[in-house]
Each structure stands twice: as structure tokens, then as C-alpha cells.
């Protein structure tokens, strides 16, 4: 098992080192340290040391908090990471029971205060910072420490009182930082996954529903910025959908390099202190509290220090922050102007857009997409950088890259709300400025070809160039073709080779939980 205290040097080079607060607290999970009065005295490796009376965490937690006030963000900040906690552990004490490690009284008083935390209680006792030296070891014993403590008040006893349900000897039973640390990142990240997918399932839903209403309006497509060929602004938006589709299930196939976990591996991967058949049980039972298949890892030496889930789970969260803003920044393009720009859609106005020009009004949505992107990228290149920095048969470095591919997932979920909410579902399309931009345009005259000849197309297109007119203006003028011609020529079907049966109407979609 794990020494109660592991004194390990933290250094992280990093693209990201400070942690964005922007993220929402839980809503009844306040940071701070209960007031200051009464305390029990406590032990560890170290000394006495007194503790708040009315804390539930204990010596070695509060030893972390003393120790690492650094960025001022706790790890109750993302409620779903402490209730992963309450997984694990509820998880190891039931296998740990099943094959005759632990006392079911002492799994009694775990199953109800794992239960508590699960439900959302008592995330105010976890006040270790994010960032911390030891891989974890202050959070581990935290979560010990807390739920040791909430177990033997649900079952008669006072807080301290370990000789009834003690933080290692129970709580830690078969157990070590290296394998309940990042088995909690996993859970904590794979709870969540669902959740992020089913908005972004929104979002691509929204794209399709503004996709449906403009299938049929002609507009420039353009490449390079420069006028190319005609195609549709419904086109132009299901796939926008298509390409965040396509997010979503890399999402979900990244998912499932986070399944392997290595619980009852203990220090090293060796299974040092483990009784027979607790790895296999752990697992089966994170598979039961998740709903997922999570599994044991094949070499659980390899999966102490292996951080491939890691790497690859931030990589697609990276894919999606990219994609999101490639769309977003199509839409600040597409609605520039109003007057002096490309004009072809209109965002909803949400706020005033200057405190010195008056009457301005910026596409604020789609530019926080883009700072919130930038966030996850950045937060990726550190995930990259913890991950091959580890030694030999451990990597110290998982805190910071659990709290970026948390904090990453967070964002990306509130943004993509934000962005269908007060954003996409309320576009609306300049249909003159496009009907000016096709009548203008000599991107048109591409179209010109199976009709007048490549010749005859380029002599056009070279007089509407010097002329500054537009090409329909100049066959207009030359009479080469009728109303009744330019007007079928315009058809969006054979315009823009739209195939309508290709483009369903999108089914409305319950809100995401």
C-alpha cells in the first residue's frame, strides 16, 4: 500500500498553467475551510496535528491544503470528478468484500457515504488544490479521508473515531494513489462523455434545422475567400452539421481508451498487498456503478505510468475544439458588416458591442467558441507534455492533466450550448445580399460552360472583370441567353447539383441532461 504521505517534486512544462475559473461551482459546494473552532487531533508520519472539528476530511488533507494554495481551484470545482471518487472507492470496498478482505459492516458504512457524495453531498469537504505534487496522493487522501469520516457518523461513531472505519486500512484496502488516482480521472471523464456528445447531438441539430429552412436560397461558395462556384446556404449549413457529427464520434470511439483501468495494481502495477480475484471484482463493478465497460488492464505495469487514454481523450477533445471553431469563425465572416462586409447572414444581436461606437453590436458568441477553443488546445498540449514526462514506472504528472481534460470537456459543453442557444437557432439569411452577390459575381460563369463553351465563358468573364459589371449583366446585354434560360440556369438543383432527398428534415431532439 502507499505511504501515507509521498513527498514527490511536481514540475510541469506546460503551455497552460493557470486554470481558467470561468467554469460554474457547484451549486451548493462552497470552497472554503469550515469557521475556525473546536478540533480533534489527528496523526500521521509527520506528528499530530490538529484538524477542524467539524471537518470530515482529515490530517493528510489538510496537510495538502496547507501545502499546495496555488491556483485557488479545489477539486469540488467539477462535481462529477468527486462523485468519480465516491465510485471508486465504493467500487473497491464491494470487491474487496466479495473476496473476503473487508468486514460488510465496515462496507455498510462505505455504501452510504459513497451513496451521499454520489447524490451530491458533501463535496465542501473536498478542498485540496488541483495542482499538486505526490500524483494525487492529497486528493486520494481526501477522498479517504472524507468518506471514512461520513461512514462512521452515518454509523453511530464521531468523526476520528478510525478504529471503527479507518482511511487506509478500509478506504485504501488493496489500493494506492497510482491506480485509484487516474482510474478516478477515467470515470470522472467517461460519466461525463455522454453528456458533451448529447449537446454537440443538439448543436449539429440546430445546423440541420437553419440547413432545412435555407436548402433552396443560391449563394457564392468561395475558396481562399475568393469567389468559386454556386452552392446552397442549406448546403453551406448541413455541413457545418456533418463535420460536428463527425466530432461526435470520434468523441465516442476516444471514449474507449479510457475503459482499461489498472485498480489493484497498488504501487508499481505489481498487485503489492492485493488478495485474489480483487482486481477482476473492481472492475466488474466499475463496469456495474457506470453503465460502461470499463475493464482490467491487461498489464497493469504497463498501466500505472501508460497514459494512452489520456493523450488520445484529450486529442479528440482538441478535434472538437478546432472544429467548433472553424464554424464559429465562418459565422463572424459570414455576418461581417453589416454595410461593409460580407452581410450574407445575421446573428441574433445579445449585447452592445462598443462603448464608443454607438449603434455596434459584435458577434460575441461565436468569438468566446474561439477563446474557449483556444483554452482546449492549449490544454492538450499540456496533457501531451505530463504525459511523457513521468518516470520509469509512474507518472507524477496526472493532476494537471486531469484537471485540463476536465475543465476541456466543461468548456466545451457550456460553449456548444451557448453557441446553439443564443447563436445558431436564431440566424437569419440576407437573401437580397445573396440575389446581389449572384447577379455580381463571375464565380457564376463556371456554370456558363456546358451551355456557351469554356471560349465563350472566359471572353465573358474577362469583360465583366473590366467592366466591373456582373456576368448575368453582360449576357443580359449581349442577349446570349433568355430570362426564361438565365432563369433555369439559376436553379439551385442544377446550380448546386441539389439533391434534396440527400437533406431530411431534422427530428427535434430533447434537451441534453
Partial sequence: MKLPIQVTTFV??????????????????????????????????????????????????????ENFQLSGVAINHYPGFVEAWAIVKLAAA?????????????????????????????????????????AGTSTNMCANEVIANVGLEMGGHKKGEYQFLEPHDDLNMSQSTNDSYPTAIKVALIMRNDKLCAELEQLSASYKKKGAEYLSIVKMGRTEL?????????????????SLDAEIALLRDAEKYLYAENMGATAIGTGINVPKGYPEACAK????????????????????????????YSSALKS????????????????????????EINLPAIQ??????????????PEVVNCVAFRVIGNDATVAIASHAGQLQLNA?????GICMIESQHLLYNVSQLLRTKCVDGITVNEKVLEHYMETTVGIVTALNPVLGYDKATEIANEAYKSGKGVLEVIREKKLLTEEQIKDLLDPVKLANLDKSKYPSPKAKTQAQ
Fill in 397 to 401: 504528472y496526472e493532476p494537471v492533466s
Fill in 12 to 65: 510541469v512544462a506546460a503551455t497552460c498553467i493557470s486554470v481558467m475559473a470561468a467554469a460554474a461551482p457547484p451549486k451548493t459546494q462552497p470552497k472554503t475551510q469550515p469557521k475556525a473552532g473546536a478540533t480533534r487531533t489527528e496523526h500521521d508520519l509527520l506528528g499530530d496535528k490538529q484538524v477542524p472539528a467539524n471537518a470530515y476530511y482529515g490530517v493528510q488533507a489538510l496537510r495538502g491544503m
Fill in 94 to 134: 464491494r470487491a474487496n468484500t466479495q473476496v473476503g478482505a473487508m468486514k460488510p459492516e465496515r462496507l455498510a458504512m462505505i455504501e452510504k457515504a459513497c451513496k451521499a457524495i454520489m447524490d451530491g453531498k458533501y463535496h465542501d469537504q473536498f478542498l485540496v488544490d488541483w495542482y499538486q505534487g505526490g
Fill in 352 to 365: 452592445p458591442g462598443s462603448s464608443i461606437m454607438p449603434g455596434k453590436v459584435n458577434p460575441v458568441v
Fill in 285 to 312: 463493478e466499475l463496469a456495474k456503478l457506470t453503465g460502461k465497460p470499463i475493464v482490467m488492464a491487461d498489464d497493469m505495469i504497463a498501466a500505472t505510468w501508460e497514459q494512452q487514454g489520456f493523450v488520445v
Fill in 320 to 343: 472538437t475544439a478546432v472544429k467548433l471553431s472553424k464554424l464559429a469563425s465562418d459565422l463572424i465572416l459570414l455576418a461581417s458588416g453589416p454595410r461593409a462586409g460580407l452581410a
Fill in 226 to 242: 475568393q469567389d468559386a462556384v454556386p452552392m446552397t446556404v442549406g448546403q453551406e449549413f448541413y455541413a457545418f452539421a456533418a
